[in-house]
């Protein structure tokens, strides 16, 4: 109360009614330069962000294939006809790499370090089936280069073409080498692809044994002991993923290694219909042993 006797006015009931502030803001300038400026903005990252979900979206549905096709691969072991399997993943290959093109698409004009992230998983995945079923038809390792070189894409060509003139000029022939779409695995990517190659290999090692193969596991042993001295070259020099996934690495070359002595020491004494149980049940035991 102030010294007549009345009350003083608070902050606030000199403040305008909030009409009164609508009132002024719907009074700004929609072509201002700056208001202008914000919308642009906005449609950029709007765009940024829905196609970077179209490129997760087409990352899982690659690893869902590219999973799939590792299943299938697994049946080597069992079936009679190889090459009829490879022939059928390979057909599963045109259906990823169809979805691999469509991420090139997508990148066209954009830079691929700000998209990475969403579609690496999936390419992970794929270097993993490709590289499983490379050793499955040649005992080696694809090298980076012959896995890059599946994922250059050229663009369909239109089927209205009638006319007698079928040569080309020049300024043709470059627009269309300008037109080839490719996606380029990193080496990042292509390294822990194939430290999780391990992993399969080291399931197909066990499930040969329980089908009488005893060469395989021999086979699979050196490849990957050769595999785990190349990742040691790189130690903790590399990217974070790459080391992370030395120790995995690790426990599966260990576990075929293990196999591999329980073939050349008690081989001979268990049955061969036993030895995929007895292998099986070391490796829960070490699995266990080392808290997994």
Request: charged letters at 30%.
């Amino acid at each position: 109360m102030n010294k007549e006797g009345g009350f003083r006015k608070r902050k606030h009931d000199n403040m305008q009614p909030r009409n009164r502030k609508e009132e002024k803001e719907s009074k700004v300038n929609p072509s201002s330069p700056v208001l202008l400026s914000f919308k642009s903005f906005q449609k950029e990252l709007d765009a940024k962000h829905d196609k970077y979900e179209r490129l997760v979206k087409l990352s899982r549905d690659i690893t869902i294939e590219s999973k799939r096709t590792i299943f299938l691969l697994h049946r080597v072991t069992s079936v009679s006809d190889i090459e009829e399997l490879l022939s059928e993943s390979e057909t599963r290959f045109g259906d990823i790499r169809q979805k691999i093109q469509q991420i090139a698409q997508e990148l066209i004009g954009e830079d691929m370090c700000q998209f990475h992230r969403a579609f690496s998983p999936g390419l992970q995945e794929y270097v993993e089936a490709v590289s499983f079923q490379h050793f499955i038809r040649t005992r080696s390792l694809i090298s980076l280069e012959e896995i890059n070189g599946h994922l250059v894409f050229t663009p369909k060509k239109e089927q209205a073409q009638n006319s007698e003139d079928s040569a080309l000029s020049d300024s043709q022939d470059e627009k269309q080498k300008q037109e080839l779409l490719c996606l380029q695995v990193t080496p990042t990517d292509y390294l822990l692809g194939i430290a999780d190659l391990t992993g399969e290999l080291m399931r197909m090692c066990i499930t040969s044994v329980g089908n009488g193969d005893i060469e395989t596991p021999f086979e699979v042993s050196q490849f990957l002991r050769a595999i785990y001295d190349g990742f040691t070259y790189i130690g903790n020099t590399g990217p974070y993923e790459v080391s992370k996934k030395l120790y995995t690495l690790k426990q599966s070359l260990g576990k075929v290694e293990d196999a591999c002595y329980t073939l050349t020491v008690r081989g001979s004494e268990i049955p061969k219909h036993m030895l995929a149980d007895v292998l099986s049940t070391k490796t829960s035991m070490i699995e266990q042993e080392e808290g997994m």
